[in-house]
């Protein structure tokens, strides 16, 4: 089993940036691609961006590229998503989720949340206008 846990959400206005953070614990012999997700009210969870467990590749969704930057440090078992140039369309809850059975990312299967199998508590990102 692998427990995620995020962090680094807040309150921040238009124009600004936030880095989040997901530590991932637990007991594992395989290595995780992982990606972020975002929930909005009303909405469903929908893909945000991903990265190989090497690091070494990224997929980003066309509403955050360039604004976006995904990174790991598997040394510290840890996730980041520099969040900038934040708009209040990227007001929601943001959770990280890791790949089961997967090192390298897999082309739409990246983006689908169904493909993942651990996911975090979440944590709330609100953007004011």
């Known amino acids: 089993q692998v427990q995620l846990v995020e962090s680094g959400g807040g309150l921040v206005q238009a124009g600004g940036s936030l880095r989040l953070s997901c530590a991932a614990s637990?007991?594992?012999?395989?290595?995780?691609?992982m990606g972020w997700f975002r929930q909005a009210p009303g909405k469903e969870r929908e893909f945000v961006a991903a990265?190989?467990?090497?690091?070494?590749?990224?997929i980003y969704a066309d509403s955050v590229k360039g604004r976006f930057t995904i990174s790991r440090v598997n040394a510290k078992n840890t996730m980041y998503l520099q969040m900038n140039s934040l708009t209040p369309d990227d007001t929601a809850v943001y959770y990280c989720a890791a790949d089961k059975t997967r090192a390298t990312l897999v082309p739409v299967a990246a983006t689908l949340v169904r493909e993942y199998d651990y996911w975090g508590q979440g944590t709330q990102v609100t953007v004011s206008s």
């Open positions: 637990g007991r594992t012999l395989i290595s995780h691609a």
């Open positions: 990265i190989s467990w090497s690091g070494g590749s990224t």
